[in-house]
C-alpha cells in the first residue's frame, strides 16, 4: 500500500524560501515517477513540477521555472520540493503524487495520478 506523507510546508513572507517534504511508503522515491501539484479553493489541482522514473531533466510549470527545484533522496525514501523566491500567488495546498512504473513520462494532469499525500499548507504574505 503506497502512503505519502507531505510536512514542511508553513508561512513565509514574499521573496521567502520554503522546503516541503514527501515522505514515501510502499514506493521507492527514486524508482517512481513522482511530481508536486498545488490547489486553491475552488480550483483545479495544478501541476507543479515532477520527475520521470529515470530521472533526468525535472518536468516544470512556467510559475516553478527558475524558482522551484524537486530532488529525491533514496537514503530517506523521501521528495523534496525547494521553494524559492516565493510569491503570494503560490499559497495553495502542495500535494506530492506517486505514479506507476510502466510510465516513461510525467503527466501534468492531476487525473493521471493515483497516489496521494495528504497535502501541506502553503501561505505566502506580501
Known amino acids: 500500500q503506497v502512503q505519502l506523507v507531505e510536512s514542511g510546508g508553513g508561512s513565509v513572507q514574499s521573496g521567502g524560501f520554503l522546503r516541503p517534504s514527501c515522505l514515501a511508503s510502499?514506493?521507492?522515491?527514486?524508482?517512481?515517477?513522482m511530481a508536486w501539484f498545488r490547489q486553491t479553493p475552488g480550483k483545479e489541482r495544478e501541476f507543479v513540477v515532477g520527475?520521470?522514473?529515470?530521472?533526468?531533466?525535472?518536468y516544470e510549470s512556467d510559475s516553478a521555472r527558475s524558482r522551484f527545484t524537486i530532488f529525491r533522496d533514496d537514503a530517506k525514501n523521501t521528495m523534496y520540493l525547494q521553494m524559492y523566491s516565493l510569491k503570494p500567488e503560490d499559497t495553495a495546498v502542495y500535494y506530492c503524487?506517486?505514479?506507476?512504473?510502466?510510465?516513461?513520462?510525467?503527466?501534468?494532469?492531476?487525473?493521471?495520478?493515483?497516489?496521494w499525500g495528504q497535502g501541506t499548507q502553503v501561505t505566502v504574505s506580501s
Open positions: 520527475l520521470r522514473r529515470s530521472g533526468g531533466r525535472p
Open positions: 503524487a506517486a505514479g506507476r512504473l510502466t510510465w516513461d513520462t510525467v503527466f501534468r494532469k492531476a487525473r493521471d495520478w493515483d497516489d
Open positions: 510502499g514506493v521507492t522515491v527514486t524508482n517512481y515517477p
